[in-house]
């Protein structure tokens, strides 16, 4: 009888902590609860704002901010942000800072791309054709992979394929209008965002052969190493007019099961007095 009566003590005990625990806690959160929340108002994105939109009373809202966390350069009214053009995208909810706003001293002066360029990077503008420029699939903040086509240092006959420069984000993509033979033709345009030296080998590579983009998927950052790609190795024969091992081995295989060539043979009939005799021979 004294064991169950243990259990029992035991079981209450537990449920009389727990019940106090529960009231600890219940208190404490309530006690919180009415403790009020410190906030400020600050402009705030109400819709989703891409580079160079021009900021008004339908993309912009007040909310609530935590004073200790405001961020620098906020704006606490969004009447001073009228006419403000963004600088760097934006979704909902975001606060809007000066560092996302194109400076009030060149507003309305143009130069907007300066703001876009990020520091120690340069912007590069190449032109394109329809399919180098993926058929209009490219747009600012794609990512491109970028490929050379361009002859071969000392062998004019043999083009090469290469990609010199991968994940590559757009800037910008336009159209300039450029003289070809005394007509003006539209030629559309990609405006990369590239490191000093990324810059250079863009510039001598489109003076020295054909670029072509490809895109990539957005989440896709990985880098890929290639050999490049000539139409020599892309049909596998040699420059010595030797055939490449398979196509060798291919054709040794051939001669081996092929049939012997067919011998003609000739028949002659003999006729000796009352006999007649027939012999076989085979043509040299």
Known sequence: MRRPSSVLITTVIAFILAGCSSLLA????????????????????ATEIQVGTKLDATNIKLVAW???????????????????IAVRPMTVGDIVTEQKLMPLTVAGKGGLMTYIVPQGHRAVTVAVNEVAGVAGFITPNSRVDIVLTSA???????????????????????????????????????????????????????????????????IDSAAVTTRGATITTLLGHRGDGALPAKA??????????????????????????????TREFTAE
């Open 248 to 277: 060798a081995a291919l054709r040794r295989e051939a001669k081996a099961i092929a049939p012997l060539p067919l011998q003609a043979k000739c028949y002659v009939e003999i006729i000796r007095g009352g006999s007649k005799s």
């Open 66 to 84: 935590p004073k200790e966390s405001l961020p620098a350069g906020s704006h606490q009214e969004a009447r001073g942000l009228v006419g403000r």
């Open 26 to 45: 219940y208190n404490y959160l309530k006690k919180f609860n009415r403790k009020p929340l410190q906030g400020v108002a600050v402009a705030s994105a």
């Open 152 to 218: 071969l240092p000392g062998d004019k006959e043999e083009n090469m394929s290469k990609i010199i420069l991968q994940n590559v984000p757009v800037l910008a993509s336009g159209q300039v209008t450029e003289q070809k033979e005394g007509k003006p033709t539209v030629v559309p345009t990609v405006t990369l965002d590239l490191l000093p030296d990324d810059a250079e080998k863009i510039i001598v590579g489109a003076r020295k052969g054909t670029l072509q983009l490809l895109l990539r998927n957005v």
